[in-house]
């Protein structure tokens, strides 16, 4: 026997479905590099001009800032060179195709792009490779390619020759002492967020007998050269984390290894042993704490023998263990590769909020951005990196918060526009001063911070002022950062218009029957209110004009709707706020009865009254849930209904 089942719906109105949007880190560190070495992505070529390298670079952090990005690890140093004035080594062959040679008008890459990042309120990390002297040996010889005041001139005793690429020797003193000068020079003249060091230590391509002599001149106790090769490089990371706390302590240290730790850690991962053959030793720098983070390049998909699922949770419990940050390296250039899914990158994103203890990312590399190969460039612009983020806090550099903002105002022009000023707020120690300030707009109370869909300027310079000219009442605040970006609690401005109390903004599945509130206004006698299904009211469902601050309301089911009030004594209205009323019961079958049996082919059926319905949806099927639908009736005005 054929079983039909039915189900009853009171029809009342068509419904907006409101879907809220995806959880947004408050604080999440979302960086790309830069890269500069054989001019990947700027200069775009060493042959331009000034002005085109200086709107190129200023285009790709706007561009960068656009998609949702907060930091930008710039290359600085390829090979023993500069991409900034410096007076230990040479202006990079890349910048003008002569190593030596410099910018023909007045200017400092370095200090250009710190200003334009702040003013993007964006952080700017000097990316510097450590021992790399000559990228390509087989041009040594070209014209322009090698500076006569180039370290490989100045001093041929501390280079190492590879076929694929010369280094200086980590074992020497000197050498440790050299690049702690030149890295430490940046620090001292520019004003970087941090210092970012990458995983060319010791050759991809290994090394056999060409240190021996350093290593028996100077073992240090060692006698096994590989654990010395890996101190090399340690007492390096040492040396700079302590130089730079010495005088810019709010700077951040930190270094990007190869993504494999060793082959099988974690169990299954395969891959080149970096331990044995780069001879860097990552959980070294962590359990000594020698770094603030460290940025693993780990730029494979899901799955196989260097599975990103498998890797980015090991490499996070390391540094939470040992204290320090871990923000993952993707590979945003891999994404136009044909074996790479086109929601490759957005999973990833997905893991690494999913895994506690993994504080962001960092892509390689930017040109990446202006392809947008497979729209993934659009999947962090739209949805990963729609609202801005913080950057993570690094407590063990500090954690006391700046002081909130002074004097916050808001000023109100004619045409609607708001102007927003404040002071700085008054300090005792320097470092606790305000360096930079973020300005949160809602249409509701700012007592939550946590929601970043608020934030709407992020500002590094002191202008203390921010214009808006969004339509409608909100209410602003602002807080304070740190040099360490720590928050401030938030100054609140004024409001002309009235509060509203409940229902509160964007409450769903209320009684139809339900209470507005708001809070008196000072100076008021009298109080407009108004329901509306669109934000314009411009045929307002509901007006009403009463001294009280709060009204009783009969509504529809399942419906949203707008309301805003005005006091009589201000041309202001309340911020609009939107709710949404709950379904209706659940109506009462009469006839049939369920699971009878024998039923007439053309039956009546009938269902008990439902007040306030204005009509009424039936639908039935051959199976329970209702996938196979032989009816599907809809604005039945009766409580009857005969099927023929």
Known sequence: MKKMFMALLALILTINILFAEGSSPKREFRAVWLSTVNNIDWPKSKYDSDSKKQSDLKNYLIKLKDSGCNAVLMQVRCACDAMYKSDIEPWSYW??????????????????AVEEAHKLGMELHAWVNPYRAVVSPSSINNSGYIASSHVTKQHPDWILKFSSVYILDPGLPEVRDYISDVLMDIVNRYDIDGLHMDDYFYPYSGITTEDTATFSYDPRGFENIHDWRRDNINLLVEGIMDSIKNVKPWVKWGISPFGIYKPGVPEGISGMNAYSTLYCDPIAWLANQTV?????????????????????????????????????????????????????????????????????????????????????????????????????????????????????????????????????????????????????????????????????????????????????MYYYGITSLDRYKLESPIAKTDHPFVELLQPFYADASLPKDLQLKWRNKEGATR????????????????????????????????????????????????????????????VQTLAPFAYLEGVDLDPVLTWKSFEDASSYELQIARDEAMSNLLVNESSISDTSWQLN
Request: charged share 20%; net charge negative.
């Open 527 to 586: 109080f407009t209110m108004e329901i509306a299904s669109s934000t314009d009211f411009s045929t307002p469902l509901q007006q009403y004009t009463m001294s009280d601050t709060v009204r009783d309301v009969d509504l529809n089911y399942q419906t949203s709707y707008y309301w805003r009030v005005k006091a009589d004594n201000t041309v202001y209205w309340s911020p609009t706020w939107l709710f949404s009323t709950q379904l209706p019961p659940q």
């Open 292 to 472: 603030d983070y460290i940025t693993p390049q780990c730029y494979w998909a899901f799955g196989g023998g260097q599975d990103y699922g498998k890797l980015i949770p090991w490499w996070a419990e390391q540094a939470y263990y040992y204290g320090r940050h871990f923000y993952p390296g993707q590979a945003m250039y891999r994404v136009k590769d044909s074996n790479w899914d086109r929601d490759e990158i957005p999973r990833q994103i997905q893991l690494n909020r999913e895994t506690e203890h993994c504080d962001g990312s960092v892509f390689f590399t930017a040109h990446s951005f202006y392809d947008n190969t497979k729209n993934s460039t659009d999947s962090l612009r739209l949805s990963y990196y729609k609202y801005p983020a913080l950057w993570p806090i690094m407590n063990w550099k500090d954690s006391i918060p700046p002081a909130a903002p002074q004097n916050a105002h808001l000023n109100i022009a004619n045409d609607g526009s708001k102007t927003l000023t404040w002071d700085a707020p008054a300090y005792i120690d320097p470092i606790d001063s305000a360096y930079a300030y973020v300005i949160y707009r809602a249409p509701y109370p700012l007592d939550d911070l946590s929601d970043m869909s608020n934030a709407k300027d992020i500002q590094f310079h002191q202008d203390h002022i921010f214009k808006d000219d969004a339509e409608g």
């Open 95 to 112: 910048f003008s195709g002569t190593q030596g040679k410099g910018p023909n008008i007045e200017w400092d890459p370095l200090t250009f």
